[in-house]
């Protein structure tokens, strides 16, 4: 019997011999290929290499969940929150469909929430009540070169009445006293009353200092003959006497070039419990592509982004207060490139690494180094490499954040250019003379790499493009694993799908990683198809997680204050070596100044472990985090909520 069952399988294997080497005389390239893809799929899927490289699984949602991911952010209750707004779709954006959703990855379920605004290239982070402050979007699309139709661009109303404001309506016409055209504001703008200014040693009244109002203004008409090519000074049509006098517009060339995206004021606080959104007080300044980040006293600091005219917010910063849900300037000027990769230092200062999104000049705001708020002073870092390419590079602070390490990867050449640098570039900010080093390189050059830290002290770091927007079909299917202790660079499994423009990653509670989003130009070599958006999410499950069971974390307080400690259970006591806080992320752009994982004193008991809090706000800043615990094996538990008060 076993005989003759290898006689007929040997003689099965000899017919398949013969049928393959017959094809192979057919059409031996598709043979090949499709050999070669399966011996692929049976490679990746064997339990050794997932143990050494990790795995990575497709998600599509139902076609009617689909959307243009362009934020993500994990919340408390272990729901995503994904926004597209319009997505970056001019139909979507002239339609008002705005798309919001909230994913449950543990039970797989989602759901479509009311969007308000257009939401499309905000700034977010997370609160210490555990709300997601969402804060600007997007106005109006920008019109190409070709497509516009009116000259126009930006009108600075002047008002030298230092003893009243003036406001002038959307439809105000401002004729030049010069050229004789007149253009026509979009929109409302108040402009602040004249300020006086007097002689700091004897009292003396010196000027008005006239106040300042910036709008934006096209002709009425159509056509190359109204546009503008010198300064020149504009009567408002409409006002008299003294407001016809103190107030007066002055605007530089109006044009039929390139405008830009415009951004709104508008803010938001996203509930995950209710799953709602919850508006608050506007901003001071409209804003697309801002940043916002957690100062010491728990404030958030919003700063750069697009202005309602499309022009980069010149350098006025402001901050809002979780507890009047209002917003107030900081003192002095400060201009960044948009989306600036800025983050809390333990001493209370920001960190800037020079990373950032675009959109600015080229020569200011791009220099990495440690900015004071309070006292506007900023200091300059040296070492960077390729200090040219960082445009669209990502930042990291490498765990755990006591160290105050961090990690700026790849980047590109401002705006559109094909330029991409390869390099990791490493500061330790607790150093006497802090400046960069090289750190191990990509393989390639990558603009929009996305990277997440892990509970066992790494970072997973994925995906992004060789050109602008994957242009020439330059996507980099490629994923890395940098080890913080060792500073080793290893290659692990390949992702399935292609990240750039508009994309981002996550950790999960579990500790598996998320990926979302990508926007390329082009969807072939050549740059002749437009891009497709990508829709599907893909899940990266680390190697940890196939060594064996996940330690187990249960029953523990669910606040802890800091420098204070709380007891949770767990059935591998004495395998546990790592406990860790990891704050959520809030992702998009390649930006998430939100991630970092703070290492806990550990003290283990018969069945279960006790972690206590560093007591520096700065390094923990209130709010919600996962408590992760990792054994000796470098396996994370699944994560405990635990919010820091």
């Known amino acids: 019997m076993k005989d003759g069952a290898s006689?007929?399988?040997?003689?099965?294997?000899?017919?398949?011999?013969?049928?393959?080497?017959?094809?192979?005389?057919?059409?031996?390239?598709?043979?090949?290929?499709?050999?070669?893809?399966?011996?692929?799929?049976?490679?990746?899927?064997?339990?050794?290499?997932?143990?050494?490289?990790?795995?990575?699984?497709?998600?599509?949602?139902?076609?009617?969940?689909?959307?243009?991911?362009?934020h993500a952010a994990l919340l408390h209750t272990g729901k995503i929150l994904l926004i597209a707004g319009?997505?970056?779709?001019?139909?979507?954006?002239?339609?008002?469909?705005?798309?919001?959703?909230?994913?449950?990855?543990?039970?797989?379920?989602?759901?479509?929430?009311?969007?308000p605004a257009d939401l499309f290239c905000t700034?977010?982070?997370?609160?210490?009540?555990?709300?997601?402050?969402?804060?600007?979007?997007?106005?109006?699309?920008?019109?190409?070169k070709g497509d516009v139709t009116k000259a126009g661009g930006l009108m600075v109303v002047h008002n030298e009445n230092p003893d009243e404001p003036i406001t002038l309506p959307a439809g105000t016409k401002f004729t030049g006293k010069e050229n004789g055209k007149t253009f026509v504001s979009k929109d409302p703008v108040l402009v602040p009353r004249a300020k006086k200014v007097f002689d700091p040693d004897t009292g003396e009244f010196l000027r008005n200092d006239p106040g300042l109002g910036r709008i934006y203004v096209e002709a009425q008409k159509s056509g190359t003959e109204y546009e503008t090519g010198t300064q020149d000074n504009y009567r408002v049509q409409g006002l008299t006497g003294t407001d016809a006098r103190n107030t007066y517009g002055i605007a530089e060339k109006l044009a039929l070039d390139k405008k830009d995206f415009q951004g709104i004021k508008d803010a938001y606080e996203f509930d995950p419990v209710a799953e709602k959104y919850i508006k608050v007080d506007p901003m001071n300044e409209a804003r697309w592509y801002p940043t916002l980040t957690t100062?010491?006293?728990?404030?958030?600091?919003?700063?750069s982004g697009l202005d309602e005219i499309g022009q980069l917010v010149p350098g006025k910063n402001e901050v809002f207060d979780p507890k009047t849900k209002k917003w107030t300037y900081t003192e002095g000027i400060r201009q960044f490139p948009t989306y600036p990769a800025i983050s809390l230092m333990q001493s209370g200062e920001l960190f800037y690494s020079g990373s950032n999104a675009g959109y600015g000049p080229d020569d200011v705001g791009r220099d990495p180094g440690i900015w004071d708020v309070d006292t506007n002073k900023f200091?300059?870092?040296?070492?960077?490499?390729?200090?040219?390419?960082?445009?669209?590079?990502?930042?990291?602070?490498?765990?755990?954040?006591?160290?105050?390490?961090?990690?700026?990867?790849?980047?590109?050449?401002?705006?559109?250019?094909?330029?991409?640098?390869?390099?990791?570039?490493i500061i330790d900010l607790l150093a006497d003379d802090?400046?960069?080093?090289?750190?191990?390189s990509l393989e390639k050059g990558t603009r929009y790499p996305q990277s997440s830290i892990l509970p066992d002290d790494s970072?997973?770091?994925?995906?992004?493009?060789?050109?602008?927007?994957?242009?020439?079909?330059?996507?980099?299917?490629?994923?890395?694993?940098?080890?913080?202790?060792?500073?080793?660079?290893?290659?692990?499994?390949?992702?399935?799908v292609g990240r750039n423009y508009h994309s981002g990653s996550l950790l999960?509670?579990?500790?598996?990683?998320?990926?979302?989003?990508?926007?390329?130009?082009?969807?072939?070599?050549?740059?002749?198809?437009?891009?497709?958006?990508?829709?599907?999410?893909?899940?990266?499950?680390?190697?940890?997680?196939?060594?064996?069971?996940?330690?187990?974390l249960s029953d523990g307080p669910k606040t802890i204050a800091r420098g204070a400690s709380g007891t949770f259970k767990t059935q591998h006591a004495s395998s546990i070596k790592t406990a860790r806080l990891i704050r959520p992320s809030a992702s998009t752009h390649v930006t998430d100044t939100d991630q970092r994982s703070i290492a806990l004193d550990l003290k283990k008991t018969k069945d279960g472990i006790t972690v206590t809090v560093p007591k520096n706000r700065n390094l923990v800043e209130s709010g919600w985090y996962m408590l992760f615990v990792t054994d000796d094996q470098g396996t994370p538990s699944k994560a405990q909520w635990v919010k820091v008060p």
């Open 7 to 70: 006689r007929r399988r040997a003689r099965r294997l000899a017919i398949g011999a013969a049928v393959v080497l017959a094809l192979a005389g057919m059409n031996g390239p598709w043979l090949y290929r499709f050999g070669t893809e399966q011996y692929h799929q049976y490679k990746i899927n064997k339990p050794e290499y997932k143990a050494e490289n990790g795995h990575w699984d497709v998600i599509d949602f139902p076609e009617e969940f689909r959307q243009n991911t362009i």
């Open 86 to 115: 319009s997505g970056n779709d001019q139909d979507n954006f002239d339609a008002k469909k705005f798309d919001t959703r909230i994913w449950d990855p543990v039970e797989g379920t989602i759901k479509k929430v009311p969007t």
């Open 123 to 144: 700034g977010h982070t997370q609160l210490a009540n555990g709300n997601l402050l969402i804060a600007g979007g997007t106005k109006r699309y920008e019109k190409m």
């Open 295 to 303: 100062l010491s006293d728990g404030k958030i600091l919003s700063l």
């Open 379 to 425: 200091t300059k870092l040296p070492g960077m490499s390729d200090p040219n390419l960082l445009e669209t590079s990502g930042t990291v602070l490498l765990p755990p954040a006591q160290d105050e390490k961090y990690m700026v990867i790849g980047g590109g050449g401002v705006g559109e250019s094909n330029k991409s640098s390869e390099k990791t570039r």
């Open 434 to 440: 802090p400046k960069f080093v090289n750190g191990p």
């Open 459 to 496: 970072v997973l770091i994925s995906g992004g493009s060789e050109d602008y927007r994957g242009r020439g079909d330059s996507n980099i299917l490629q994923a890395r694993i940098y080890d913080a202790k060792s500073g080793e660079l290893s290659r692990v499994a390949d992702p399935l």
């Open 508 to 552: 999960l509670p579990d500790g598996r990683v998320m990926f979302f989003g990508s926007d390329s130009l082009y969807s072939d070599e050549a740059n002749t198809k437009p891009g497709v958006f990508e829709q599907r999410i893909e899940i990266y499950t680390p190697p940890y997680l196939f060594h064996g069971s996940q330690p187990t």
